[in-house]
């Protein structure tokens, strides 16, 4: 009963964690901080299925201009998570920007203050992810459900891994406290859970498996990418570039959608 348990507090942390759904509140000790990153795709899955279940009433209901459908589904999206991970972005991207030494780098993204480059960058990353949404809606409205599936379970599973087996920056904060209760195999069960996960949503929606693979492996070079970064500016990772992670993975899968219809590729 308590391993039962320990797996329901994980998810309920898990939820309270990534999305701004109400949830039981649950402590976090160890053995809920463990489960809680199995299920960081699964609160992926359950954030694209309300999206999804929205975006179809948005798309079969009404005849509003593809534009506007976007940034309707655009707005619900990051409402579900209350921007939460946005933070983190902006952090990072202060830190990059100052230029100054590795030491007061990690003291700027203490800083609550937002500068010009977290503005810029910011603006620039959403912008981005609306306009692949919108080109999406507009050019290829069958592939929108399975997108608004998959890459919020793609982009959890990453936050997850990176939180999980990345060298850590600092021995204190949100990535040391997982790291603290975590084993490295736990990363590789977080990869197995989001790899069943898209193959049954593949089962449900069968014609986007070679998309898929595409996108799997677009992100899987992206983590590798922004891992390595975070290596050797900040000499590890922290719980900001986690939230970074998962931000800018979104919106370069979903330019990365763009660039594999637009060539032709689907």
Known sequence: MRIVQSYVYGFYLALSFLTILPTRHVNWDGQTTRKSVYFFPVCGLLMGTVVVILSFGITHWSTLPAYITAFII???SLLLYGGLH??????VSDAVGSWRSREKKLEIMKDSHVGSTAVW???LLLSG?????????????EALFFLL?????VSRTWMSYLIIAAPLAKSEGLAAWFQKHTYRRDAIYVLLISVGILFGTLMVIREFYAFALYLFLISAVTY??????????FGGVNGDMAGATTEGMETVLWMSSVLYYSFGMG
């Open 74 to 76: 655009f707005v619900i």
């Open 86 to 91: 946005l933070d983190g972005w902006m952090d």
């Open 121 to 123: 960058s910011t603006f």
């Open 129 to 141: 992810r609306f306009l692949g949404m919108m080109y999406v809606v507009e050019a290829v409205p």
């Open 149 to 153: 599936l998959f890459i919020p379970v």
């Open 224 to 233: 590798v990418c922004l891992r390595t970064i975070y290596t050797r500016i």
